[in-house]
């Protein structure tokens, strides 16, 4: 509810491309990110008459497993349907596309937003042909057409109208973004469009919904939010005013921040569906259905019951599920869940990706590790850490250090030794200083002693500047009481 009593109401379509190797119903290669336009095309993609499509398996195997991702169950039987609309990217004058009997019927998808958990219906998704791609060269009086993407298998999922906020519609995006990534069903690379959403919008402030808006083709999970906030204001903004909403597709224009008008739809659009007769239906076994399941990797959700044993904050549980797919030459979550048999080292592990490691794989710092190596590093500097020979802020440069080298010391604390970052815990070493200092600095010892607590800072130091930076600092303090008598 927004505080002029407005309650926004907004469901997501999300066009997802699926990394199939080849086309939907070609043999063509499926990704165009790099190829000159018009190269990946045949006559199947042209639409060349009597040129018959071939339904690609691997694309019904991902969009099943894009169901379980979405907590469903891929239909035993779907069917392939004609769309019809004329555009110039579009060359047979139909798209080839799901219209009753869709792949996915029904699902959800979990999303939070400050703390709230919110289960987020998924009416369908269906397996569709992607059409071409129309330029418009700046200034010039004509338009160029690429149909390299024509054909591109994509599955659009279509969300029930659960989401009632802006902060929600992009949890939503971003949650189905890690579901499609952790399934492994598309590259889901927004910077290439393999992710695209439509945002439907409309406000009421009574128990009957509004007209709806449709903003579409957003690619950031950030273009979701800022659009849908700015709907929401749009439209409360002409209600205010006495003004009808009208339903119409509207487009969003990313550096002015604001949606525009792209064209009013005054009846449904007629697309004249009717049922593909060059393909035939697509029918599951159960036996299929079944090794599909079998398949499917730990899902976010998994993940984060996983990780929240372990008692890290939310955010640090996102931004590790976040880096396990965008950084994905380290598998994070894996090396976590090989040591979650010693919880404190798999905390430690956690704590330093979060704070560390993955911070240096974004700026491009780190050194390309095994997974074995990896561990072996982090295993040995918690043991040294655990032993009190490490300070926390030695640990940081140490492991900045060895994460950074592909050459790796065969002995780590040797090596951390030579660069002086070890210290001492040796109770008879320190002992000795402690006595030296508390002899030395009569006025701070009695402060300490009478009860004044900061005094003990100062005493620390010099016990830190005697033992050349070596002393452990909460050993150093234990004995420090423990000689004053506290
Ligand atoms: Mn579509």
Avoid at 63 to 70: D, G, N, Q, T
Avoid at 361 to 384: C, P, S, T, W
Avoid at 450 to 463: C, P, R
Avoid at 472 to 478: E, I, R
Wanted: aromatic share 6%.
């Amino acid at each position: 509810m927004t505080k002029s009593g407005y309650r926004p109401t907004i469901g997501v379509e999300c066009h997802v491309q699926l990394k199939t190797k080849t086309k939907l119903f070609s043999g063509v290669n499926n990704d165009a990110r790099e190829a000159p336009p018009n190269t990946l095309v045949s006559h199947i993609d042209f639409g060349l008459p009597g040129a018959l499509p071939v339904l690609n398996r691997e694309a019904i195997h991902l969009a099943s497993k894009a169901a379980f991702a979405l907590n469903s169950s891929p239909q035993p039987f779907s069917k392939f349907d004609r769309k019809h609309y004329f555009y110039p990217d579009l060359p047979m004058g139909y798209q080839i596309s799901q219209y009753d009997e869709p792949i996915i019927i029904g699902g959800s998808v979990d999303i939070e937003v400050d703390g709230q958990i919110k289960t987020i219906g998924i009416t369908r998704a269906h397996l569709e042909a992607d059409a071409g791609k129309s330029i418009h060269p700046s200034g010039q009086n004509y338009s160029l057409v690429d149909l390299n993407r024509c054909g591109t298998p994509l599955l659009e999922i279509v969300s029930q109208p659960d989401l009632n906020s802006a902060q929600e519609a992009k949890a939503f995006a971003h949650e189905l973004y890690l579901a499609m990534r952790y399934a492994d069903v598309s590259e889901a690379d927004l910077y290439y469009g393999n992710m695209r959403f439509d945002v439907n919008v409309s406000v009421s402030n009574n128990d009957q919904l509004g007209i709806r808006t449709e903003t579409k083709n957003l690619n950031s999970f950030r273009s979701v939010e800022k659009a849908v906030e700015y709907e929401v204001k749009r439209q409360i903004e002409l209600l205010e005013k006495g003004q009808p909403i009208t339903q119409e597709t509207r487009g969003w224009d990313d550096a002015k921040q604001k949606t525009f008008l792209q064209r009013t739809k005054e009846n449904a659009d007629d697309y004249r569906y009717m049922p593909d007769p060059d393909l035939p239906p697509v029918v599951l076994s159960q036996e299929y259905i079944d090794k599909v399941a079998a398949e499917m990797p730990v899902m976010p959700n998994q993940w984060r019951a996983k990780l929240k044993s372990l008692e890290l904050s939310s955010s640090q549980i996102e931004t590790l599920l976040d880096a396990e797919v965008d950084l994905a030459h380290i598998n994070y979550l894996s090396l976590i869940d090989k040591v979650k048999d010693q919880p404190k080292t798999a905390k430690f592990l956690a704590n330093w990706f979060v704070n560390l490691e993955i911070p240096l794989q974004r700026e491009r710092k780190g050194a390309k590790l095994e997974d074995k190596q990896r561990l072996e590093i982090y295993r040995e500097v918690d043991r040294l850490y655990t032993s009190k020979l490490l300070s926390s802020t030695n640990v940081k440069i140490l492991l900045i250090d060895l994460l950074s080298s592909k050459d790796q010391p065969d002995n780590i604390e040797k090596y951390a030794a030579d660069q002086g970052l070890t210290q001492s815990s040796d109770e008879n070493e320190l002992g000795q200083i402690v006595s030296r200092v508390i002899k030395d600095n009569p006025k701070a010892a009695q402060d300490v002693a009478s009860g004044e607590a900061k005094a003990i800072g100062f005493l620390i130091g010099q016990v830190m500047k005697l033992s050349q930076g070596k002393a452990n600092p909460t050993t150093t303090q234990d004995i420090i009481k423990k000689q004053l008598g506290l």
